[in-house]
T-cell receptor, first 112, second 116 residues
Framework: AQTIHQWPVAEIKAVGSPLSLGCTIKGKSSPNLYWYWQATGGTLQQLFYSITVGQVESVVQLNLSASRPKDDQFILSTEKLLLSHSGFYLC???????????FGPGTRLTVL | GDSVTQTEGPVTVSESESLIINCTYSATSIAYPNLFWYVRYPGEGLQLLLKVITAGQKGSSRGFEATYNKETTSFHLQKASVQESDSAVYYCALGDLVGDNSKLIWGLGTSLVVNP
């Protein structure tokens, strides 16, 4: 069975500080990977997706970047956090050729 | 454009009552929309509850059902008798495959509170 792990579980960071969130999927080779952001009371918004190692496509510009250094790892980062980055970040995977996605537990980010 | 609209929450029902959470979609740029219901139970991650990829078909899981109605562009979630453990946030999503990439468009979510 596939498992998806996100870290950290929660972060409280200062405006202007850097951020790195991680996601690892086990039990599935060459998954499609996704980053989502959800503001409090808002809908889920896809930020990035990756079909293969080293390739990441941006969907929405939020002064964030993503990288896929390994087949099973997806990283979301920024050098300078904004207040508007607060929210819930979800990593997801899908098998190629299927529309459904499977989600990790998420990371709660609070920017003060 | 493509969008999903669902019942605004919170929805509060008593245990053993029936439930319907409405979901309508607009898929102007999607040739073959897939439809999904996801659920987030308190303290847990987002889980796929059910999916239907063919218009006219019904999906079911954990006592919940939803029928993909292309004529009314709807995918309402129903359950005949809810339980307290069904309390959660439910999300309707519209899916598409763009090449090999999955694209999901989400509703705002409906918080369901089931009173004992």
């Amino acid at each position: 069975a596939q498992t998806i792990h996100q870290w950290p579980v929660a972060e409280i960071k200062a405006v202007g500080s850097p951020l790195s969130l991680g996601c690892t999927i086990k039990g599935k080779s060459s998954p499609n990977l996704y980053w989502y952001w959800q503001a409090t009371g808002g809908t889920l918004q896809q930020l990035f997706y990756s079909i293969t190692v080293g390739q990441v496509e941006s969907v929405v510009q939020l002064n964030l970047s993503a990288s896929r250094p390994k087949d099973d790892q997806f990283i979301l980062s920024t050098e300078k956090l904004l207040l508007s980055h607060s929210g819930f970040y979800l990593c997801a995977w899908s098998p190629g050729g299927y529309a459904e996605q499977f989600f990790g537990p998420g990371t709660r980010l609070t920017v003060l | 454009g493509d969008s999903v609209t669902q019942t605004e929450g919170p929805v509060t029902v008593s245990e053993s009552e029936s439930l319907i959470i409405n979901c309508t979609y607009s898929a102007t740029s999607i040739a073959y929309p897939n439809l999904f219901w996801y659920v987030r139970y308190p303290g847990e991650g987002l889980q796929l509850l059910l999916k239907v990829i063919t218009a006219g078909q019904k999906g079911s899981s954990r006592g919940f059902e939803a029928t993909y109605n292309k004529e009314t562009t709807s995918f309402h979630l129903q359950k005949a008798s809810v339980q307290e453990s069904d309390s959660a946030v439910y999300y309707c999503a519209l899916g598409d495959l763009v090449g090999d990439n999955s694209k999901l468009i989400w509703g705002l979510g409906t918080s369901l509170v089931v009173n004992p």
